[in-house]
């Protein structure tokens, strides 16, 4: 052992930078490798909070071949009880609602947290950690359950339990019991949760209005419970005599576990759950790999690269009797020794990056505690990596003859120049699907954020009224006081918003029920967004007096339901129809939908106002008027939501713009890691073929022309690895590309940008490391024995 630490200390002396550069490169590596296996545990650990999470089930409702995430509470009630199999269900309703609220006898300081309405069952469906408050306590009228850390917020390290908040609805809430907050890759939201009444809509079967969950006693058995369900519930009871379930066409029950539910991507309305996609996991997978593997690439060709200066050291130590066997085990023990050192370097630069900006482009929990078997995994990878890129140096440096190197005549092998040219042919390969992939979905999100939406979004700011919609007149008025505002209008739901959250309404029309989206709105609403009438007529004041109201439809919904203008749909007329119009985000396809106007869809508060600020006007200007207003209308309320439309649609957007700026980044990582082993095999041929370069010199080769000889190698290998990758990118991006209804085209430009971005780098490296070597004095060179 002591021949072997001997030698290790002998190397970090004499090839300080050397060994700086390698261990530099594998910690960074390795905290890359860090950082995205715990966003890929984090997704794949979705709903794995709650216990037996494997027999708790999400029921959807498929219709006309569209699935709708929202049952009525008849039909679900019904489904609970269709089969022993369920041992309990539990329903929430769709709407996550913005609750203001104030400490009772503390009306200075006004809270805004989301809430919830759920029936009891909710807390035995999931698994709830209380931190206060009894294990069986049941959630009641007056009552609230709230998490950990808003109990902090309000009441300190005291107890929340009996004490009481005052809601601007709900009036008195008493805590009766204290949650331990859930991690953001579940189902279940950290909110304050009401009880839901136990006959809100209890014999409506037409308000599709609520999530339903059920506990199964075994996950086999839920494939079953739908057959089961068709045979005792009478739809037609419920809907009518055109009612029944078919297959076919698509009027089923569908089972979701909740550990599935990130990947559904065929919800028509309602999921409001964090959304992950399974190539975008695989891919994160496949880039974690790489970026490993290439940094031991990268690791092994410096290795290499100092085969000519070390060589012959190495065997001057065999030629005094040193054993083979025992030099081998020194250079593998080093380079072992490298790269654990490197995995202990790359904690810190995971802890480092958690400060940074940069932590908020990955939604997992970076703490090493919470990842333990991340961190044990990576430390296998780093001695594996050790190994490995130990091997090939430890058995190319002992490999030639002793008496040959002492004389200084060994030279490369075609199996070594094959096998490290193999090597960079990996890295190129890996760098070119990146930087396609990362270029790709540059452009996705760029698409997503700049196509045309069927309706103007130019200057258009969008403010949350829930807490002054009471003074909604009033606040018109005063916001049409600055010049630069051209119209105020209002709607019950925010465009585009985050979680592509809004109403479903039911219909029975013709051959059956038709379920279609609904947003009601204020008269001036269309007009003021620029949507486009295709036929009938727009909204009017008075439509707003109607004792039901009046639709306007999309086009989506008039070819898919056959619609007509006059048609009656549970009391409101269809007046007209529209151009379709993305109302949600691109990753779903439009679905049918319609706006709503008049007292049947009135009796939805509105809660978001829509302000337009006139082509040409300030619109920071215009922006700080309504602040200053809302100021004046709310001077009790700590926070009002402003903001442009475009930052909607940033925050509609931001998980993929969080992944193509993630995955840029490790691009640049795999890049510069490639580049840096490009470095250090240029660094090795040149120094052995010195002699030749020398030759080459005195028999008239000028020094454009040994560069030029060097690059038309390194292009070969280029062009050969763009024609593997290629392919490999293309399909990657495609995969990821299903993810959205709606796309960019796969543009040829793209790879060929890529190629020239990954051959102008390589040009410059290979030119800058062989200037000095083609300049050199060719008698220098000749002269070695």
């Known amino acids: 052992m002591k021949p072997i630490i001997r030698n290790l200390v002998s190397v970090i002396r004499r090839f300080k930078l050397a060994a700086a550069l390698n261990i530099l490169g594998l910690s960074v590596a390795f905290a890359a490798f860090i950082v995205i296996m715990m ?87 999931f698994t709830f950690d209380f931190v206060e408050g009894a294990r069986d306590v049941r959630i009641a009228p007056q009552s609230v359950f709230i998490p950990l850390s808003l109990a902090r917020k309000l009441f300190g390290n005291e107890p929340a339990v ?38 809100d809509d209890k014999q409506n079967c037409n308000q599709y209005n609520y999530f339903t969950y059920i506990r199964v006693n075994d996950a086999s058995n839920a494939p079953y419970l739908f057959e089961n369900f068709k045979r005792t519930f009478d739809g037609k009871a419920a809907w009518g005599d055109n009612f029944e379930w078919d297959d076919e066409s698509g009027t089923t029950l569908r ?25 975008t996991i695989l891919i994160l997978f496949i880039i974690a790999i790489l970026i490993v593997a290439i940094a031991g690439i990268n690791f ?8 000519p200066m070390r060589i012959k050291n190495i065997n001057t130590q ?120 990362a270029m790709f979905m540059y452009l996705q999100n760029s698409f997503m954020q700049n196509s045309d939406l069927g309706y103007d979004r130019d200057g258009l ?29 209002y709607g019950r739901f925010l465009l585009a918003n985050a979680d592509d959250s809004y109403m479903g309404w039911t219909f029975n029309h013709e051959d059956g029920n038709i379920l279609y989206n609904v947003l009601p709105v204020t008269h001036t609403f269309l007009q003021t967004l620029s949507v486009a009438i295709s036929e009938g007529r727009d909204f009017r004041r008075e439509d707003e007096g109607l004792q039901y109201g009046a639709l306007i439809f999309n086009e989506t919904a008039r070819k898919k339901f056959n619609l007509e203008l006059g048609a009656t749909m549970g009391g409101l007329e269809v007046i007209g129809f529209m ?61 009002f939501e402003v903001r442009f439309f475009d930052e909607v649609l940033q925050r509609l957007y931001e998980k993929e713009t969080a992944l193509g700026t993630l995955i840029s980044l490790f691009s640049m990582l795999v890049i510069f890691i490639s580049i840096v082993g490009v470095f250090g095999l240029v660094l090795f041929e040149s120094e052995c073929r010195r002699k030749e370069i020398g030759v080459r010199k005195v ?87």
Not at 300 to 307: D, G, I, K, V, W
Not at 581 to 609: D, I, K, W, Y
């Open 461 to 489: 700011i969008t403010v949350d009224i829930q807490r002054i919609r009471e003074h909604r007149e009033a606040f018109t008025n005063k916001l049409m006081e600055h010049p630069g505002i051209d119209a105020v209008t």
């Open 255 to 279: 089972l979701t576990a909740i550990a599935d539910i990130p990947y559904v991507t065929d919800i028509t309305f309602g999921d409001t759950s964090p959304k992950a996609s399974k190539s």
């Open 300 to 307: 092994t060709n410096f290795s290499t690269a100092l085969t």
């Open 39 to 125: 966003q890929v545990d984090y997704d794949l650990s979705f709903g794995k909070c709650h216990k037996d999470y494997d027999r708790i089930f999400r029921v959807e409702y498929t219709q006309n071949l569209n699935t709708w995430l929202l049952l009525t509470r008849p039909l679900a009630e019904r489904f609970f009880e269709s089969s022993p199999h369920v041992e309990i269900g539990a329903l929430a309703h769709f709407h996550v609602f913005e609750s203001l609220f104030h400490v009772e006898n503390n009306i200075d300081i006004f809270y805004t947290e989301n809430s919830m309405t759920v029936t009891p069952e909710f807390f035995d469906v």
């Open 699 to 785: 028999f008239g080769a000028s020094t454009i022309g040994i560069i030029t000889m060097f690059n038309k190698t390194y292009f070969s290998i280029l062009v050969i690895c763009f024609v593997i990758a290629a392919p490999l990118a293309w399909y990657a991006v495609n995969r990821w590309l299903e993810n959205f209804a709606y796309k960019t085209p796969m543009y040829w430009w793209v790879f060929l940008l890529a190629f020239a971005v990954v051959a102008l780098i390589t040009v410059c490296t290979v030119t800058f490391q062989n200037w000095k070597v083609a300049n050199d004095d060719p008698v220098k060179s000749i002269k070695s024995e």
């Open 579 to 639: 151009s379709d119009l993305n109302f949600a985000s691109f990753r779903t396809e439009v679905a049918p939908m319609a706006f709503a106007v008049g007292q049947g869809s009135m009796g939805h508060p509105m809660s978001c106002a829509y302000i337009k600020v006139m082509p040409g006007a300030n619109k920071r200007a215009a922006m700080s008027h309504v602040q200053s207003t809302l100021a004046e209308f709310g001077a009790n309320y700590s926070f």
């Open 162 to 199: 009996g004490k009481h908040i005052v809601h601007s609805s709900r009036g008195n809430q008493a805590i009766t019991a204290v949650y331990r907050d859930f991690p953001e890759n579940t189902i279940v939201k950290n909110c304050i949760y009401f009880a839901m009444h136990e006959f």
């Open 318 to 437: 065999r030629v005094m009797g040193a054993q083979q066997n025992t030099i081998r085990l020194s250079i593998i023990f080093e380079a072992i020794f490298f790269s654990l050192t490197s995995f202990l370097m790359a904690f810190l630069l995971v802890l480092f990056f958690k400060t940074t900006p940069l932590s908020g482009l990955v939604s997992a929990d970076l703490s090493l505690s919470a990842n333990t078997a991340v961190i044990g995994g990576t430390a296998l990878v780093a001695i594996l990596a050790g190994l490995l890129a130990g091997l090939y140096p430890a058995f190319f440096m002992t490999s030639f003859a002793p008496a040959l190197v002492l004389k200084g005549s060994f030279g490369l092998s075609p199996k070594g120049i094959r096998m490290r040219n193999t090597l960079t042919g990996i890295q190129y390969v890996a760098s070119f699907s990146l930087i396609i992939g």
